[in-house]
């Protein structure tokens, strides 16, 4: 199917993925239970790096919320490695970086770029699977994404703003109820992991939760059974 998809992608045409109403595999994060999202092309991250010389004390002991950025750029390894922390595949059955309960990781991952060496501007979605970012819409969408989140200038001064959402159903048809405990802190898991890996990066990040959650499904054209969790800034520290 991903390589159908890749061979009609490379032809410049958009897609328009149609999917049905069912709890989908932790393998194929990308069938959810909605109408349609329109893609308009597959782009292939860097492979993450599993090994650094910054010990995973010093970045508990250096961790910080930072709402100042120098505005430089990020490179497509930054944001390959950030997304590989929050939610990124550590074994062959599909297990990930963050715990998940059942290991049914309700979990998505979006992208709003704004300044990202050799990376468009636009609205992406991250596919684990792979290692990819799927690009749903061309342009700069921080000052709306902003807006949204009550005027925090920091969401339109980071290079990017990584959105985690999750899709409740995932979770809660197995464990009712309390299964909605479980995805929240399964959201919290993958956030950490964003804070460990932009400190390990020397990049500065904030997890923003105060925002209106409509807005924010309209400016990143969430599927419908998506609810938004985090807003996260990133960027290069300001000195």
């Not at 410049?12 to 109403?21: D, K, N, P």
């Not at 105060?210 to 807003?231: C, G, K, S, W």
Request: a negative charge; aromatic letters at 6%.
């Amino acid at each position: 199917m991903l390589k159908t998809m890749s061979a009609i992608l490379s032809t410049g045409l958009a897609l328009v993925l149609m999917v049905a109403g069912c709890t989908p595999s932790p393998k194929d994060s990308t069938s959810l239970s909605a109408t349609q999202q329109v893609i308009q092309s597959v782009i292939g991250l860097p492979e993450p790096r599993i090994e650094s010389s910054v010990s995973l004390e010093e970045t508990l002991l250096n961790r910080r919320s930072v709402r100042e950025y120098s505005g430089a750029p990020l490179t497509l390894g930054d944001v390959s490695q950030l997304l590989w922390a929050a939610q990124g595949l550590t074994t062959e059955w599909g297990g990930r970086t963050a715990p998940s309960a059942g290991g049914l990781y309700p979990l998505e991952i979006y992208l709003a770029v704004g300044s990202v060496a050799n990376l468009a501007p636009g609205i992406y979605r991250y596919k684990p699977e792979g290692h990819e970012l799927l690009k749903l819409r061309e342009g700069d969408d921080r000052a709306d994404l902003s807006k949204a989140a009550l005027d925090q200038t920091w969401v339109k001064e980071g290079a990017i703003n990584i959105v985690i959402t999750a899709v409740y159903e995932r979770t809660t048809n197995k464990y009712g109820d309390r299964g909605v405990r479980y995805v929240d802190m399964e959201g919290g898991h993958a956030a950490q992991n964003l804070y460990l890996q932009a400190t390990a990066l020397d990049l500065g990040m904030v997890t923003i939760a105060a925002f209106h959650d409509e807005q924010v499904r309209r400016i990143l054209n969430m599927l419908p059974n998506e609810t938004p969790l985090y807003v996260i800034p990133v960027g290069n520290r300001k000195t």
